[in-house]
């Protein structure tokens, strides 16, 4: 058997012990969405759809429950607009800050604008995500392409329809 070379017993001692692992690549999360979601408050659910682009233009449209079926309410340029069917309601439309549809775009708004540090791949092959100063809590959860799973703060939890597969 032949010895190795003395100067390759350093480099290969110092690789063995330094024990080379690969970190996981985060995908950066997708925070523009139109899909369907089940979104909870405090302890009331919800079913809806979600649009979001950004602070500018997002909107909600309720699903579920049935006494809310169909009621959209719509926020563009920081005015919120409602709608019913054929019904409109436009101009100094107003909502109280606990409304589902208020923290829905406030979390959106506030995670899309957070400094968000990945904690890594979990064993289902998701991604969770902790704001960069405030809490260790996973707040958001998206796949390996970047589709949103889940999102949380304080009071509310939005869980998202799954994406639709391209096969």
Do not use: W
């Amino acid at each position: 058997m032949k010895k190795m070379p003395a100067f390759l017993a350093v480099p290969l001692l110092l690789i063995s012990l330094s024990g080379c692992s690969t970190k996981p690549v985060c995908p950066t999360p997708h925070f523009a969405v139109d899909t369907d979601a089940s979104v909870q408050c405090d302890h009331a659910e919800y079913q809806c759809h979600i649009q979001y682009v950004d602070q500018n233009t997002a909107s909600l449209t309720f699903t579920a429950p049935e006494s809310l079926a169909g009621f959209s309410v719509i926020r563009g340029s920081g005015n919120y607009s409602f709608s019913l069917g054929s019904l409109l309601c436009k101009g100094m439309c107003l909502l109280p800050e606990n409304s589902p549809a208020v923290r829905v775009f406030s979390a959106f708004d506030t995670l899309s604008k957070a400094e968000l540090l990945c904690t890594g791949q979990n064993e289902d092959n998701t991604f969770t995500f902790v704001p960069d100063q405030h809490t260790d809590s996973p707040i958001l959860t998206c796949d390996g392409s970047g589709h949103l799973l889940s999102l949380k703060t304080e009071g509310t939890e939005i869980r998202f329809a799954l994406p639709k597969s391209t096969e």
